[in-house]
């Protein structure tokens, strides 16, 4: 089993800057892979940045704004997000697979606007 805590959140003004943490607890061999997603309303989950064992990957809309890391001794993966701007209001979620299973946290939101 994988509990995963998201924090962070909150309201920001365009331009403005963040950082989200994903706390993960539980029984896994690794930190890796883990996914930041994001929901606005009335749209589809879609995959912001990932962090595996050989790297990270970004979504084009936050390539160059946003920066994925990972503290493996605290179990806990970062998103700094920074030039923020309104269309990245949405609920973030971070996603774990393990074992074949899928987990997500509860989700942070965050809020861009002036």
């Known amino acids: 089993q994988v509990q995963l805590v998201e924090s962070g959140g909150g309201l920001v003004q365009p331009g403005g800057s963040l950082r989200l943490s994903c706390a993960g607890s539980?029984?896994?061999?690794?930190?890796?892979?883990m996914t930041w997603y994001r929901q606005a309303p009335g749209k589809q989950r879609e995959l912001v940045a990932l962090?595996?064992?050989?790297?990270?990957n970004y979504a084009e809309f936050v390539k160059g704004r946003f920066t994925i890391s990972r503290d493996s001794a605290k179990n806990t993966v970062y998103l700094q997000m920074s030039e923020l701007k309104p269309e990245d209001t949405a609920v973030y979620y971070c996603?774990?697979?393990?074992?074949?299973?899928?987990?997500w946290g509860q989700g942070t939101q965050v809020t861009v606007s002036s």
């Open positions: 996603n774990k697979v393990s074992a074949g299973r899928s987990y």
């Open positions: 539980g029984t896994f061999s690794s930190i890796y892979p």
């Open positions: 962090v595996s064992s050989v790297g990270t």
